[in-house]
């Protein structure tokens, strides 16, 4: 009995000791930043103020530090200080001209670190862009696609049961590329029922992993098609997409950009292009209602491709990454990869590369945009900066439906999955 009541005293002594720590401890520290202005917008030369909220069972007094500059570019000003005030605001200062403002925070309390960020907007929709524009653009494009095309599709359906419903069918598809020894993969979904169905092609984000399946909407008499960019099938183990992420080849996106015929990014176009022509060879197509959808990589993907081929009726671009490589060259903000940042810009700032990237430059695309899109994105996106996109969405001068998340990160957030879907069906519905 005595050891039973030793072990009771000592098992409530942990448990009290660990209640205590959750409590000292455990509560998480959160840390809220917001421009003063409500919409996170300014008009330039006016003056920002970024309001810092702290929560949490905080130590007092807490230690700041703060940097704030145009976005991915050298910062303009920074301090450090300790504050009892869970409340307090930042001056940020201006731009001079269009663009975005970064304040980035760290609160350190004890052995807790903790960094927000949040992004001013400076008359963004003023924002030009600094790509050239080719003088045989459309040109070369043109030609491209031809020549893909003297390539018959020859594509081939295999049947995932494990994925098909009674309501639709979904089959890995494959189809020739630009030449005979190249593929192109994705994954389709086929109502069951007969009919004729309007379609949407999803083009992937960046990276060497599949997509899975546009499942979640394939039940609303639609026919959905997942693009793989890389040419190899989406049904091989997991490890295998695995080891590409970890080999040389996760490196794709700047592989032979010293050349436009040269670079990774034509054969994707064209494959891009190629799903457009597949859509159209289905029976079970309706032979008009054809929607793009994409995010970062995709959305850059869904513009390009829609730019090329009129059938796509509208489109959607989320966050789209390839905008205005050379921003950086002009003392603001580069699209995704980020050629010209400081980590590429030695290897990649010669004139062979110059004289590739407008080619593929989604701004010199977008130019050539003739159908409905809705776009949305967020200011503090660190992977496609915000500088960058607005390059592009601000030469489109097709109908143009806007949705902006201020605190929106590099991310698909439910919301516009939500609205953008909806977006689309509701199109769909009025053709």
Partial sequence: MKDNAGLLKLTISILLTTLSFVVSYGEELKVVIEPNNKDWVYNVGEIAYFKVSISGNLSSPVFIEYVIGPEKMDEIKSDSFLTNDSVFFIEGGTMEVPGFLRCSVTITDGNIKETEIATAAFQPEDIQPTIEYPYDFLEFWEKTIANSREIPLDAEFTLLEDKSTENFNVYQVSYLNHEYKNRAYGIITIPVKEGKYPAIIRYPGAGVHPLGGNLSIADKDVITLDLYIHPF?????????????????????????????????????????????????????????????????????????????????????????????????????????????????????NKDVLKTLPYFDVVNFARNIKVPGYYSWGFNDETTPPTSFYSAYNVINASRELLIIPEGKHKIYPKQRLESNNWIFSSFDNN
């Fill in 233 to 349: 099938s989406m049904l091989w183990e997991r490890s295998f997409y695995d080891n590409l992420k970890d080999s040389p080849y996760i490196e794709y996106k700047f592989w032979g950009a010293s050349n436009r015929d040269t670079y990774y990014y034509k054969s994707v176009i064209t494959g891009c292009v190629k799903a457009v022509d597949l859509i159209f060879s289905l029976e079970q197509f309706d032979g008009e209602n054809l929607a793009s959808w994409g995010s970062s990589q995709g959305g850059a993907l869904s513009i390009i491709t829609t730019s090329l081929d009129k059938r796509i009726k509208m489109l959607v671009a989320l966050c789209p990454a390839m905008c205005d490589h050379t921003g950086y060259l002009h003392g603001r903000a580069g699209g995704w990869p980020h050629f010209f940042n400081l980590e590429n810009i030695d290897k990649y700032n």
